[in-house]
């Protein structure tokens, strides 16, 4: 991987559980759209302290957002609904290590 390149992911997430946004140590990237097949709540996660910033009761995407994370500092995505849904990410590479 290099900067700039693209850092994406999708996943099929269990009922309660999260999506972890965490490059490898000493990578960061900035995330830009945040895909759901459900309900969601996301979270920015320091290793301790989960604060929750959006929350979406539906399918959709936060689209054009900057989100900046690293392997400590990084966006949590819980799927809220009673099953396993998809969830996924896309964005780039800022520091590559």
């Not at 957002?65 to 990410?89: C, P, Q, W």
Request: hydrophobic share 40%.
């Amino acid at each position: 991987m290099a900067i700039g390149d693209v850092y994406a992911d999708i996943q099929s997430i269990g009922a309660g559980s999260y999506l972890d946004i965490q490059p490898a140590a000493g990578s960061e990237a900035v995330i830009h759209n945040v895909y759901h097949e459900g309900g969601v709540e996301i979270y920015r996660y320091d290793g301790v302290n989960n604060l929750l910033f959006a929350t979406a009761i539906d399918a959709g995407v936060y689209a054009y957002y900057a989100f900046h994370v690293n392997n400590t500092d990084r966006i949590r995505i819980k799927n809220t609904e009673s099953a396993a849904k998809l969830i996924g990410f896309d964005g780039i590479y800022t520091k590559v290590t």
